[in-house]
């Protein structure tokens, strides 16, 4: 017995993931997640429930962002997509990043990098965001260990540094 | 010369995390690699007559099935070997051949994709008999109910265990004279409570990469809390010697518990040793909710008797919980339940019966509080409930009542380590606002508060007050230990410290602190220190589990009697200076069978909560606008981290009494995915969250250290219910707080709670 059943078969699609071109031949019903983790070895992103509940893989795509889990990779074709692992600036940290380590906004990690790209992508379209901007925001991305105070703090402190970058305390 | 203890050190593996680089068991591969999926019972309790693999093995790439009759040993549980591996017939092993819960596993497909393992498993053919369901403990205990575990044997290590119907364990307590305790009360208080389920809804799914190693192991990559445990069952199952098995923990994505006990480790285990291949697995959320443990579910029946002036003279509870399919570590929970269901305070009568029961839900097991929160809970609902038919104040009455130093508590010894209940309840209640008058305690009066588009007169407000404690460590008996490495290496200065230990770093920070407390006790500085952990491969020797609130306490007075140990050798010149070292914890004693007397803990945590809501008692909304939280950590070895279990602990608290409303009927699971079973969201956490660190040491612990990480999940519940009360005037028994059950309580002036108690 054949795969067959689950649809036609691989087609090639090129996708633009952190700034760089990739070119990868997968079944069209695989999800961004599944090809970012499996076929790029981009792990960073990570797959918390794989059905748009828990917002590990929030990844950017031309921007916005998406839960990966939710959205077909064929459907990225020619579109920018940044994950984790594209947001260092060079040799250092983003300052969503550099923030999150000094208010310690994360406990085991596995929810941070979604938590991040959504806090960078809040930050893009927001500057100076109030903490109801962020909890609206960020709502869709889940912390069991529950460090969401100093997430906000976080990102207060990460627009504070955009602003200013020496200005950190 | 360092002062590395008491600062806020940013977490070892924060930069990891922060880049996506950490590696979680999910995030593993392996060239040659095949993917497993498993074969779900997905019944609560049947027979499995047969299982037919073959049109499933005709599928493109299936590498190999395995059932029962491929498990050499069909067994496994931390406290009792009470769960088969895989369920079926032809392992013979009795009983093997039925499932008990929809989460037990029947076979495991293997397949060069995981597409492929996935659409073999659905053509698996497995006849079964379906069995009689029991998913209510107090059926499950009536005569003629169906039996989950007929034939069960006494256990000679833990005596608690009933081999009787459905009763997992029974633990009791009778201490002074009931009958004078009643004649001398003025008041007493009747209650009724129930506490939900928990699931522990860690983010990270199990997940796990099993291979055959260097060395012709078989490792096995995955989450949990307690690698020697994990290690020592697998060896069982598959009947091959523990250094066979090498368990290896990653980065951790949160447990609570709820990895304690195991879920993929043994059939991965199992295939790479059979297959010779690595093998890998990852769980959908679907199958980690139905397929692992949760917080037990409790039933509670209270009578407490003060005299007139508020003191505390009697106590009656009775408790049922229920401890689904598998013991797991019902047990345990219930010894701590049974210490704290009687609060914090020092009663000279009490009578207390804990039992434990099967039934065909999910196992319960381990998760963050550990059978206290249920106990504190029904505790300080009596205890509030007591204030105000005694007309005092809950602080007042609390400060009159608590245990102090050399008190003795219902089990007859008094709390090890230095008594601060007393502490932690005064500064709390000062920062909510108490005062402290000539008269007594006076508490604050709750301050209006406006909602856009709301009415002001359906808004309530309230405040609500609490106080835990709870043990450190498992206890009860069981010799805690702690097993370290530390070798010191250079010539005249201590170039690199490396202190090899299997703790679990589940997220908590507990690395940091490890290498932070090595840094303080071998006086050399925090980048000297390196930390080789949670590799069974390099840590022979039992670390114990990364549970209990007990690792900061076990590990940190391992590492300072290893390093004293290592210092002597380095001075007298040894190069390097190795030292490897077992902590053992001061002994403990089992409660007696029949009096419950005993030393069962050597170490304690103290917490005192205060809670404001504001309900609106035309919607049934509830909004948690302040929480304060005071709580002895002996000593904070590092601040940021202990507020981070604080703030962490009350959320997921916040959440088990709000939002989180796990349902199985008929032991089947109707909440599988985190769209039904809603957790805590950012918009959700208090919007003032006070945390108070209050530092009274253990003479006995690290630096005075004392275990902290459950405590802050205790008092909220309680403290949380009594801030509703104080809102509407309605007591509300039970939990979760639906905006449905609030606007029922309402209506009905309070719970109705009907259990079916003998």
Redesign the interface.
Same mark, same amino acid.
């Not at chain 1, 070895?41 to 059905?51: F, P, S, W």
């Not at chain 1, 994360?106 to 990098?113: A, D, K, L, P, V």
């Not at chain 1, 912390?143 to 105070?149: E, V």
């Given at each position: 017995?054949?795969?067959d059943?689950?649809g036609p078969g691989r087609v090639p699609v090129t996708l633009n993931v952190n700034g760089r071109e990739v070119e990868v031949t997968i079944e069209p019903r695989r999800t961004l997640l599944s090809v970012l983790?499996?076929e790029l070895?981009?792990?960073?992103?990570?797959?918390? !429930?794989?059905?748009g509940?828990?917002g590990?893989c929030t990844v950017l795509v031309d921007g916005r962002t998406v839960y990966a889990c939710l959205v077909l990779a064929v459907d990225c074709s020619g579109r920018c997509v940044r994950?984790?692992?594209g947001?260092?600036r060079a040799e250092n940290?983003h300052p969503v +990043?550099e923030a999150?380590?000094?208010q310690?906004a994360? +406990? !085991?990690?596995?929810?941070?990098?979604g938590q991040?790209v959504s806090a960078v992508s809040l930050l893009e379209q927001n500057p100076k965001p109030h903490r109801g901007d962020?909890?609206?925001a960020?709502?869709?991305?889940? !912390?069991? !260990?529950?460090?969401?105070?100093?997430?906000?703090a976080a990102v207060l402190e990460a627009a504070r540094l955009e602003e200013a970058p020496d200005a950190k305390d | 010369m360092t002062e590395t203890v008491g600062r806020p050190w940013v977490r070892a593996d924060a930069r990891a995390k922060v880049t996506g680089q950490a590696k979680f068991p999910g995030d593993f591969g392996m060239a040659d690699m095949v993917h497993a999926k498993i074969l779900f019972a997905d019944r609560p309790h049947a027979r499995v007559v047969s299982i037919d693999t073959s049109e499933a093995a005709q599928v493109e790439g299936v590498v190999a099935i395995f059932t029962a009759q491929d498990v050499p040993v069909n067994e496994y549980g931390l406290q009792t070997a009470d769960q088969p591996v895989l369920c079926g017939p032809g392992s013979g092993k009795p009983g093997a051949d039925v499932v008990r819960f929809v989460g037990d596993q029947v076979a495991l497909v293997v397949a060069d994709t995981r597409a492929a393992a996935e659409q073999a498993r659905g053509l698996m053919e497995i006849t079964y008999e379906d069995l009689p369901v029991v998913s209510d403990p107090f059926e499950a205990l009536k005569p003629g109910a169906p039996q989950i575990h007929p034939g069960r044997e006494a256990s000679e290590l833990h005596p608690e265990l009933s081999t009787e119907g459905n009763f997992i364990c029974h633990h009791q307590i009778r201490k002074g004279d009931m009958e004078a305790g009643w004649a001398q009360a003025d008041v007493v208080v009747e209650g009724q409570y129930h506490t939900p389920g928990q699931e522990h809804a860690y983010l990270q799914p199990e997940a796990g990469l099993a291979y055959i190693d260097d060395e012709g192991r078989v490792a096995v990559v995955v989450a949990g809390q307690w690698a020697w445990e994990d290690q020592r069952q697998i060896a069982h199952a598959l009947d091959i010697p523990v250094e066979e098995i090498r368990v290896i923990y990653p980065a951790i994505g949160g447990a609570f518990g709820g990895r304690e006990d195991m879920s993929v480790q043994i059939v991965l285990a199992l295939a790479a040793y059979r297959l010779q291949r690595p093998v890998k697995i990852t769980w959908t959320r679907e199958e980690s909710i139905r397929g692992h443990c949760k917080r037990h579910p409790m039933w509670f029946r209270c009578k407490w008797g003060a005299t007139r002036e508020g003191e505390l003279v009697a106590a009656e509870v009775q408790v049922v919980a229920d401890g689904g399919a598998y013991c797991y570590t019902t047990n345990k929970v219930l010894g701590n339940t049974t210490i704290t269901c009687t609060g914090p305070y020092a009663f000279p009568n009490a009578k207390v019966d804990v039992d434990g029961v099967y039934t065909n839900n999910p196992p319960s097991g381990a998760m963050r509080g550990f059978g206290a929160p249920q106990g504190i809970f029904a505790a300080e609902m009596q205890m509030n409930k007591l204030a105000e038919a005694l007309g005092m104040d809950p602080v007042a009455l609390r400060m009159r009542n608590l245990l102090q130093d050399e008190m003795p508590t219902t089990t007859g010894t008094p709390l090890a380590g230095g008594v601060h209940l007393q502490e932690v309840t005064e500064r709390c209640a000062l920062a909510a606002g108490w005062e402290r008058a000539e008269e007594g305690w006076r508490k604050p009066a709750a301050k209006g508060v406006a909602l856009a588009g709301r009415p002001k007169e359906a808004m309530r407000t309230g405040m609500g007050m609490a106080v835990g404690f709870k043990n450190v460590g498992f206890s009860f008996g069981y010799q805690e230990n702690c097993w370290l490495r530390i070798e010191l290496r250079g010539e005249d200065d201590i170039e690199r410290a490396i202190v090899t230990i299997g703790t679990a770093d589940v997220g908590q920070g507990a690395h940091t602190v490890l290498q932070q407390m090595a840094a303080e006790a071998l006086q050399v500085s925090m980048e000297r220190v390196s930390l080789e952990a949670s590799d069974t491969g390099t840590s022979p020797g039992s670390s114990g589990s990364a549970s209990a609130s007990r690792t900061t306490f076990m590990a940190g007075n391992a590492i300072r009697e290893a390093a004293a140990l290592a210092l002597d050798g380095w001075r007298e010149g040894e190069r390097p200076a190795v030292v490897e070292h077992t902590y053992l914890a001061p002994e403990t004693t089992p409660l007696d069978p029949d009096t419950g007397e005993g030393f069962p803990n050597f170490a304690y945590g103290y917490v005192a909560q205060v809670v404001e809501v504001v309900v609106d008692v035309e919607t049934g909304e509830l909004r948690v606008r302040r929480v304060v939280c005071a709580d002895d950590v002996g000593k904070a070895i590092n601040p940021e981290q202990v507020e981070g279990q604080i703030e962490g602990g009350v959320v997921q608290a916040m959440g088990w009494v709000t939002c989180e409303n796990f349902i199985a009927q008929a032991g089947r699971v109707l909440t599988p995915h985190l769209s039904t079973y809603l957790i805590p969201t950012i918009a959700d956490v208090p919007e003032r969250m006070e945390t108070i660190i209050v530092e009274k040491p253990d003479p006995r612990g690290p630096w005075g250290a004392r275990g902290m990480g459950e405590m802050p999940f205790l008092p909220l519940a309680p403290a949380l219910l009594a801030a509703v009360h104080d809102a509407t005037g309605v007591w509300i028994d039970e939990f979760p707080l639906t905006p449905e059950r609030v606007l029922r309580s309402l209506r009905d002036g309070g719970s109705l709670l009907e259990c079916d108690w003998e």
């Open positions: 017995m054949s795969l059943w689950l983790r499996e070895g981009l792990t960073g992103t990570k797959e918390g !429930c794989d059905e509940n828990c590990a994950t984790v692992e947001l260092r940290l +990043q999150f380590v000094d310690d994360f +406990q !085991c990690g596995f929810c941070t990098s991040i962020i909890e609206r960020m709502a869709g991305n889940l !912390c069991r !260990c529950g460090a969401y105070p100093n997430i906000v | -």
